[in-house]
Each structure stands twice: as structure tokens, then as C-alpha cells.
């Protein structure tokens, strides 16, 4: 069965049904760049601050060494804490600390948190849509988009990044100049 989507009929700017989803499809984003929320982003940065002073730090300190809007930060930990990666204490020893070692939570583990799966196509999982059978080349590139956005997000922990200890395939894919490259 062949579904039809008419691009000009999503409601709103160009943009991912959910804020933060990496855009598969190329009225994902205007220009078809992939779109990463600044939630995933800002939590990511806090994350990897946190791991590297190991020590716990509060929602303020964490906001003012990655130059978040702190509100705004403390919206994103909120998220992080119900999920049970990070957890938060009061008093002298005040901060927010990790549930489990940073080198357990992976990057994929935060995006998924905050933004929901890692790639959807009109806000559907890759695999779900039906496409004819001459399209269905289609689909298979978007799973396989997805499967290369999980080498990368499910192999990366806080630790890594914190470490700058990037995996050997993390690191040959940002040694290609062309990766730095906007098209």
C-alpha cells in the first residue's frame, strides 16, 4: 500500500514534528541540515561539565560554565533527574550528581530523554510507513540513517566525551575535512 504526505500540508515552519528529532527527511529542516534540539544539546554540554569536574555541581554553576540560560537548564536537569540519570541534593553538599557512572550513560540514552526517538520520518519511526514497492529503497536509506545516527550516540558515553576519549570510528568520521563542510 502506497501512503502519500504532502510536505506543504505540515502545520508551522519546516521543522521535526518533535523539537530535537533528528530530521531524516528533507523538509526536516529548510535546507535539509540535521536538526538537533538545543535541549539535547544544552544537556549534553551540562552533562559533560559535570563529569569532567567530577564533583557535583548546581544547576547555576553548570549554566555558568557552558553559558546556558540557567531557567532554562534547570528545566532540562528536572527532565534528567525524573529519567534517573542525574540526581539532586540541598544543603552544603548541594549539586547535581550522576545515578549511575558517566561512563553508563550514553548519548543516545540523554537525547532519548528529552527528545524522544533518535530519527522519525513525519513523526513515525522509520520502519512504520508503507511505501510502494519501487520506493522502498526509500525507507531502507532512512533506516540506515538511523542505524549510523546509533553507531554513534549508543557508542559515545558522558565519560568519553568528558575524557575526550571519542571511539576510533567516532574519530575517523570527524577526520574527514568534508564532515566540517555545510552543503
Known amino acids: 500500500m502506497f501512503n502519500s504526505f504532502d510536505p506543504a500540508s505540515c502545520s508551522g515552519p519546516a521543522a521535526p514534528s518533535r523539537p530535537g ?12 541540515r540535521m536538526y538537533i534540539s538545543a535541549r539535547a544539546d544544552y544537556a549534553l ?36 533527574r525524573r529519567a534517573g540519570l542525574v540526581a539532586s541534593r540541598r544543603g552544603p553538599d548541594a549539586g547535581y550528581r550522576f545515578v549511575r557512572p558517566a561512563g553508563q550513560i550514553m548519548a543516545a540514552d ?11 520520518v513525519r513523526g513515525l519511526r522509520p520502519e512504520i510507513p508503507t511505501y510502494s514497492e519501487a520506493t522502498v529503497p526509500v525507507q531502507e536509506v532512512w533506516i540506515a540513517v538511523r542505524a549510523s545516527l546509533r553507531r ?6 558522558i565519560e568519553d566525551m568528558a575524557r ?20
Open 21 to 32: 528529532v533528528v530530521a531524516v527527511a528533507p523538509w526536516g529542516h529548510e535546507d535539509g
Open 45 to 80: 554540554r551540562a552533562l559533560v561539565a559535570l563529569a569532567a569536574a567530577e564533583r557535583p555541581m548546581t544547576a547555576e554553576e553548570l549554566a555558568r560554565v557552558e553559558e546556558l540560560p540557567v531557567n532554562y537548564l534547570e528545566n532540562i536537569l528536572l527532565d534528567l
Open 110 to 120: 540523554v537525547m532519548r530523554v528529552l527528545d524522544g526517538p533518535l530519527a522519525e
Open 152 to 157: 554513534v550516540l549508543e557508542q559515545v558515553s
Open 164 to 183: 575526550g576519549r571519542l571511539p576510533r570510528h567516532v574519530k575517523q568520521l570527524i577526520s574527514d575535512t568534508d564532515a566540517w563542510k555545510a552543503r
